[in-house]
Structure formats: C-alpha cells, structure tokens
C-alpha cells in the first residue's frame, strides 16, 4: 500500500488575512455542513460541501454580542447538535457554551468557567467536554482558575440545565506548585497558585469515553481527567530539552528524495526541510539512530501588504500546508 496523498477539491476564503476569520472546523456529515469559527466577525459561518468542489456560504450564526464576546471552538455530534465555546465580554468572567442545530437555530446554553477555548464530544455524543483556559489579565490582577466543564447531554439539549454542567478543577493541587516545578511542570504566574496558573488548552478523550488529556499548553504539561467524576487525577510533565548541557560536536547528514509539499504560486517546488530541535528516540535493532523533528512550512514569501492595512506581512509561500512531524534514522 502506498502512502496516502492529500488532494484539494475545493476552498472557501473568508477574504480576510490574519484575522483569525476561519479558524476551527467541524463537519456535520448528514447534512453535507461545515461549522467555521470566523474571530474576526464573531460568528460561526456554514459552508455547504455537498459539492466538495465548490463550497460556499449558506449561514452566519451571529454569536456576539447575544453570546458573549466570540466564539473559540465549535464541535458537532452525530445527531448534528453545534456546540460552540463563547468567551464572556470580560475575559476572566465565566463563558458560555451554546448549542444549535444544524440550520443555526439556538436550542440552549450554560455556563462553564472563564475562557472555554476548546470544546468536544465524547465518541457517544452524550457528553461535551470543555477547556477552560482561565487566562489572567496583563497584570494578574485577576487570574481565574483553569478548569475542564462537562456537560451531560444525555437527557437532551433541549432539557439542559445548569445542573448538568460539572467541573473538574485542579484545586486538589493548590499548594503542590513545588512539587509540579520538581517534576518539570511551569509553574510560575506571580502570586498564582496551581489552580490558577494550570490552563487548559485542548482535549482528547480515549475510545472508551472514561478518560481525556488535555493540554496545558503554557505548562509544558498534560493533566489526566477521569470523566465520569468529574475529577483531575494527575498532572504530567512534557519534559524539556536543554540545548546548553553537553559539549556539542557537528556531524552532517545529508537527505535525498525528500518529500515534495508543493508548488508556490511562482512555480517554486518546496521540499520537506527546515528541521528544528531534533528528539532522540533511542537507536532501532539494526543500531541506527532514530530522531524525531518538527519541519517548517518552507520559506516566507517577500514582505508585502497582503490585507492593504499598511503593514507589511510574510505570507506563508505554501499557505495551505498543514503542520506534521517527521520520524527519520540515521
């Protein structure tokens, strides 16, 4: 079998560059229906794929100023109930996660904690997951606490109420913040305690929809939630490289037949490269090295005023490659 290759068959552009105007997407396969998070209007926008070559426009749920200040996350479950992640007016204010149907039509809302910027569904559709990020503000003078909301929809969306909101936080950690710095986790807000400094960033839930991961990304870590009661069971640390330890010596590796991303509007072809911060993995039965990378999205296109605001920007000379990570041996 050979490897797959993605193809494009169709794109929508919001016409607005770098302003966050189409941002998460969640796709809605019995009605052929794609929900955008557009920041820069406050809205979530539909796209109709019934035609996958063709998509265009078909709605705009208007969630400001009804919802809060803009959405962050959108998700959809198999029965095509939309739920969207708002952030409040006041940042460090609890948000709102409002669910819809298909056609944009509210169907009800709750409140989770402060900045929910990323929401899903367990694999059953019975129950929204969401990461409260609690962001401080610029002086810390109110620094809310993280906290992952779930949101039991099993009864019906229609019959939803606060009651059916549950929150697992990470008080259980307030006064632990040395031991989370021993085990490498940041933390380092000042005057915030674990609570306030943990800020959740994105979710997994395993198969079994018992357990989620989320991210804590400004941490450098990962906290570990059992769903069913609502409770943070632990905090696990992401580890760090230090490139100043060791005494460094160069040895040069040279690549063939690396992997063609694309084509640049100017007839540029673009080869997987620009490597940053090799991972050693260990050696394989053969006693090779094995690495793993981050490339980049290949070279910035010159400056120009892409969006006509004045500003000099670098657009990305393949803006639709999509990010990746490379396992090589050596």
Do not use: C
């Amino acid at each position: 079998m050979t490897d797959p290759r993605l193809q494009v068959l169709g794109t929508y552009e919001t016409g607005a560059f770098d302003e966050s105007a189409a941002e998460i997407v969640a796709h809605d396969p019995n009605t052929q229906r794609v929900f955008v998070v557009n920041g820069n209007e406050a809205t979530i926008d539909v796209l109709d794929i019934s035609d996958p070559t063709n998509p265009n426009l078909i709605n705009q749920i208007d969630v400001s100023p009804a919802f809060g200040a803009g959405a962050n996350s959108v998700a959809v479950n198999d029965d095509g109930i939309v739920a969207v992640a708002v952030e409040a007016n006041n940042t460090q204010d609890p948000g709102t996660v409002v669910f819809f149907n298909a056609d944009g039509d509210p169907l009800n809302q709750v409140t989770v904690g402060a900045l929910p910027d990323m929401l899903t569904f367990t694999s059953d559709g019975t129950k929204v997951l969401v990461a409260n990020e609690g962001e401080p503000n610029d002086d810390y003078s109110n620094d809310p606490e993280g906290s992952v909301s779930i949101i039991d929809i099993s009864g019906g969306v229609e019959n939803l109420t606060q009651a059916d909101v549950s929150t697992a936080d990470f008080s259980d950690f307030i006064g632990r913040e040395e031991e989370l710095r021993n085990k490498g986790i940041r933390i380092y807000g000042p005057g915030s305690n674990a609570a306030q400094d943990l800020e959740p960033e994105f979710i997994a839930v395993d198969g079994n929809d018992t357990t989620a991961f989320v991210t804590l990304q400004e941490n450098n870590a990962v906290a570990v939630v059992d769903i069913e009661n609502a409770n943070i069971v632990d905090v696990l640390p992401l580890g760090v490289k230090d490139y100043s330890r060791g005494l460094p010596s160069l040895t040069t590796f040279e690549f063939s037949d690396l992997p063609d991303l694309g084509t640049t509007e100017g007839g540029q072809n673009i080869l997987l490269g620009g490597l940053s911060g090799l991972w050693y993995e260990g050696t394989d039965d053969d006693g090779n090295l094995q690495f793993v990378t981050v490339p980049d999205r290949g070279p910035n296109g010159a400056p120009t005023d892409v969006d006509d605001d004045g500003e000099n920007e670098r657009p990305f000379a393949l803006p639709e490659y999509q990010a990746r990570i490379v396992r090589f041996t050596l």
